[in-house]
């Protein structure tokens, strides 16, 4: 590992000192005309000891980035890590911490509401048949069931 700090904001965080499940502001990007992006790290899982099933991430995926804008309108993307152990979560001119777990509780809770995954078809997904309700909602159960634990990043 280099000692020289990388692009990537996140490849600069020590994955083995994290501790899962977390929410934690990873960066705030000022744009020309001075709206501020805050990304938010929602971490599901373990990094290196576990994570999500595709299907369920995907699902979880739809859910969330439908039914977050729902709670706020500040909401500009939620997306999936590549490996696959949580969320990134970016809000526009949008920096109150609480509120954003707010946000991530109530959508969770609406998760767990919902009888069908959003844009689960083959004109609206690139890959439709790789989906699980079921899994979503038990991604979502388990990371609500720790919502105590959300704001301590480190062990």
């Known amino acids: 590992m280099s000692d020289k700090p990388m692009n990537v ?8 000192k994290v501790k899962a499940p977390y929410v934690r502001l990873a960066g705030i990007k000022t744009g020309i005309h001075g709206d501020n992006i805050h990304k938010y790290d929602m971490r599901i899982c ?10 369920a991430l995907h ?4 859910l969330m980035a439908e039914l977050s804008r729902n709670h706020s ?5 939620i997306s999936p890590m590549g490996c696959q152990t ?23 809770k609406d998760v767990l509401a919902a009888d069908e995954v959003p844009a689960c078809n083959e ?14 909602k038990t991604l ?5 069931a720790k919502r105590d634990e959300w704001n301590q990043v480190f062990a």
């Not at 979502?140 to 609500?144: D, G, I, K, S």
């Open 9 to 16: 904001e996140s490849f600069n965080l020590d994955h083995t």
């Open 46 to 55: 373990q990094p290196n000891q576990g994570h999500m099933e595709m299907p």
């Open 59 to 62: 699902s979880l995926e739809h």
């Open 73 to 77: 309108d500040k909401v500009v993307d």
């Open 86 to 108: 949580g969320f990134y979560i970016a809000m526009i001119n949008h920096d109150d911490y609480d509120d954003v777990l707010d946000l991530i509780e109530g959508t969770l």
């Open 123 to 136: 004109t609206q997904c690139g890959w439709a048949a790789s989906h699980s309700l079921n899994g979503a």
């Open 140 to 144: 979502a159960r388990e990371f609500l």
